[in-house]
């Protein structure tokens, strides 16, 4: 395809202070779980945003000194020079496809617990750690205190250009920032120069733009992160207040503004609650204020909606972390006009657990991320097939369609057989829930994929049986037949089936729900011992359709693993703004068809709660039938030419959809080389004589 000369405007090179960008296309700083620990793998996943075509690709919050050590948490490290060699690893695998590096130099003040480094916390004013309750303050920073941030920074930003950044951070966003705990009045009770008026809040922040621009300011841009709204109205940092003054003073000092909203979960919203482009309303005013080059973010998966924030004068750069990381290569596809092929971030925020678990960063629609080292996998790069196999994928979800892709995009003739009309499975069915519509580009993308091919085959309403599969003639067979919730109550909370827990009472499975069978007329209790999205999702959906609804949970909040997805406190929000009740560390000892028996997670106290339906989140089992059925006539599969029988995705162990298409990706580049006992990955081993 050749480009739309719409898109041109994309590939306009930008300069910023003394570097100049290649294009419009700039990745913002965006954590991964694997920072300085894991410095190969982190190296070669920004390296491939490099090689996607991105014109700036920045690391996450760089932690400039050891009294900013957010441990457990991994990010990037620039605490001496012992940090430089990991570094360059990243710079040298930027600038190997001609893209800028950029660094967010970061102290974490108050937010960082030093844990590992045993250093006290740091912040304007006396404060108590913000961190998971723990029992220690940070300490008001004396004015030699300061003094030491200034050079800490400093020197970080020399080590950065010494590793080869082109970019150089100073950091003032997200409420994770010690220069932005200084802006902030609730956090900043000092009487000296540095506390009281905008001006003098400002005054550190200004000084370390001040420093860094004279340290390193001759070749590298000096950008500045700043959260111009934190959406706490007036007692915040607001676009149309603080914000914005404190652009009006700064306008002209960085060579690059880098706007966003703050905290965290305010600034990468979900899908669920937030559009594309959802930032524009507070940012906007940044352009207007100042000549410099002005990023910003939003979610941006559409090449016409980021031409409409360049024409409109809203950004300068296309600012991206989950763009990017759901499709590293989004703008080489603008650029060659595959815009058909860009695999759009559907929200869901998956990504995000890898830094909240400490883990390498995952994506529900971009298998590869964080696989780029550890594996070899690379978004774009498929090895050819290595056989005459056949291939009858059974089943057409996640799992099934990306194993598909894949296979098919490797050159294997796949046939895919799906019981359904639907192709999607579990995505085109919770697509419909409230808030959940983006998550049906999980099937969009992998259909529009599949239709190009010709040596894929996709065979609706064909719900095969263990016959039908060895008359077939495939000689591998792929399950990927997913996963049904369980009735009976079985789950985290209850490792025996909770009494009355069936149909005749009333008792609902969300598969019941999506399916369309109605709750009852009356009370409805939804009972989430599953704890992710979907508990919050049917509360929401039954209350919207006019039941009265108590959503009833062994956690001590709704949906609590969303806590890792930065969604929980909006989901809490939602449920309790649209009038449900909810019962927090409860659990069900049983249900009579009319009433409900709870028990307290701590004391055993039992209450009792009325419900005509109950909705139970609790477990899945897989659907294994066919996998048993053809497991029982290993002769027969062998005279059909079937070399094996593979379930994989939900069917195998039901989880995330993420967990689903990595599932059917793993198959499709693994089948023909499985690593046996061996481990499955490359690691990055602690060395010993490393100190
Ligand atoms: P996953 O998340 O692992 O992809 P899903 O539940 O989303 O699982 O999708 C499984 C799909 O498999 C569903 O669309 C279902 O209709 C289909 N399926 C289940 N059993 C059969 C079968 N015997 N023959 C064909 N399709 C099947
Ligand atoms: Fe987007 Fe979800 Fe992938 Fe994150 S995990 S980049 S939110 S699709």
């Known amino acids: 395809m050749t480009r739309d000369p719409r898109f041109d405007i994309l590939f306009e090179p930008v300069k910023i202070g003394p570097v100049v960008a290649k294009n419009r296309f700039y990745q913002v700083p965006h954590c991964n779980g694997m920072g300085h620990a894991r410095p190969r793998a982190h190296a070669a996943m920004r390296g491939v945003k490099a090689e996607g075509g991105w014109g700036v690709v ?41 893209a800028l590096a950029a660094i967010e130099l970061a102290h974490a003040g108050m937010n960082a617990p030093n844990l590992y480094s045993r250093e006290v916390s740091i912040a304007p004013s006396h404060v108590a750690s913000p961190a998971n309750y723990a029992p220690a303050q940070a300490r008001g920073m004396t004015k030699a205190d300061i003094a030491a941030y200034r050079r800490w920074h400093r020197n970080a930003a020399l080590r ?50 001040e420093d860094t621009k004279q340290a390193v300011g001759a070749d590298c841009a000096v950008a500045v992160r700043l959260a111009v709204d934190e959406l706490r109205g007036p007692c915040g940092i607001s676009a149309d207040g603080e914000g914005r003054e404190v652009v009006e003073m700064l306008a002209e000092l960085p060579d690059l503004w880098d706007v966003n909203v703050s905290d965290w979960p305010n600034d990468s919203k979900t899908s ?41 004068g809203v950004l300068d750069l296309i600012g991206a972390a989950r763009p990017s990381i759901a499709d590293p290569f989004l703008p080489k596809k603008i650029k060659n006009g595959d815009i058909d092929d860009i695999r ?42 290595s056989g005459e196999d056949s291939f009858l994928i059974v089943g057409a979800g996640p799992t ?55 040596n894929v085959e996709i065979l609706r309403g064909s719900r095969v049986t263990a016959n039908e599969v060895l008359e077939f003639g495939a000689t591998r067979v792929v399950l990927a037949t997913g996963a049904r919730w369980r009735r009976d109550g079985i789950g985290r909370a209850n490792a025996r089936p909770i009494p009355g827990f069936d149909l005749t009472r009333g008792v609902l499975t969300p598969d019941d729900l999506l399916d369309g069978m109605p709750a009852a007329a009356g009370p409805v209790v939804v009972f989430d011992d599953d704890h992710y999205y979907l508990g919050g999702v049917l509360a929401e959906k039954l209350r919207s359709e006019g039941h009265e609804v108590t959503l009833i949970t062994p956690a001590d909040r709704v949906s609590a693993w969303t806590v890792n997805t930065l969604e929980q406190h909006a989901i809490q929000r939602r449920v309790l703004e649209l009038g449900i009740e ?110």
């Open 344 to 385: 759009e971030c559907i929200g869901c925020n998956v990504c995000v657990t890898g830094d909240y678990t400490m883990t390498p960063i995952r994506c529900t629609q971009n298998p590869t991320m964080g696989e780029e080292w550890r594996k070899g996998w690379h978004p774009e790069a498929i090895p050819p097939r």
């Open 272 to 312: 669920r609650f937030a559009a594309e482009g959802y930032q524009e309303e507070f940012v906007r005013f940044v352009k207007t204020v100042t000549t410099k080059p002005v990023v910003g973010v939003g979610r941006f998966t559409s090449p016409d909606t980021m031409v409409s924030q360049i024409r409109r």
């Open 160 to 209: 950065a250009r010494r590793a080869g950044f082109n970019i150089i951070y100073v950091y003032a966003g997200h409420g994770l920032s010690l220069a932005m705990h200084f802006l902030q009045s609730r956090h900043n009770q000092r009487t000296d120069e540095y506390g009281g008026s905008l001006i003098n809040r400002a005054r550190l922040l200004r000084e370390l733009i």
């Open 58 to 98: 920045s690391t996450e919050e760089v932690e400039i000194h050891p009294s900013s050590d957010v441990s457990p948490y991994i990010e990037g490290r620039v605490w001496d020079d012992r940090d430089l060699p990991a570094l360059t690893l990243i710079t040298d695998a930027i600038h190997k496809h001609g």
């Open 400 to 454: 099934g369609l990306e194993c598909a892709r894949l296979l098919g995009r490797r050159g294997y003739s796949v046939h895919v057989a799906e019981a359904g009309e639907q192709l999607g499975g579990r995505v085109t069915r919770e697509s419909r829930l409230p808030g959940l519509a983006a998550w049906a580009r999980v099937r969009d993308y992998r259909l529009n994929q599949l239709n190009k091919m010709q």
């Open 582 to 691: 909810v019962l927090v560390n409860r659990n069900v000892a049983e249900f009579d068809g009319t009433r409900i028996v709870l028990e307290c997670t701590f004391t055993g106290r039992q209450t009792t709660v009325s419900a005509a339906s109950v909705v139970t989140l609790t477990s899945r089992l897989p659907n294994e039938e066919l996998a048993e059925s053809l497991g029982a006539m290993p002769e027969s599969a062998n005279a059909a030419g079937i070399v094996s029988v593979t379930s994989i995705g939900d069917c195998w162990a039901p989880s995330t959809i993420a967990a689903a298409v990595y599932g059917g990706h793993r198959y499709a580049r693994e089948f023909d080389c499985p690593p046996g006992d061996e481990v499955a990955f490359q690691r990055e081993l602690a060395d010993p004589s490393n100190t």
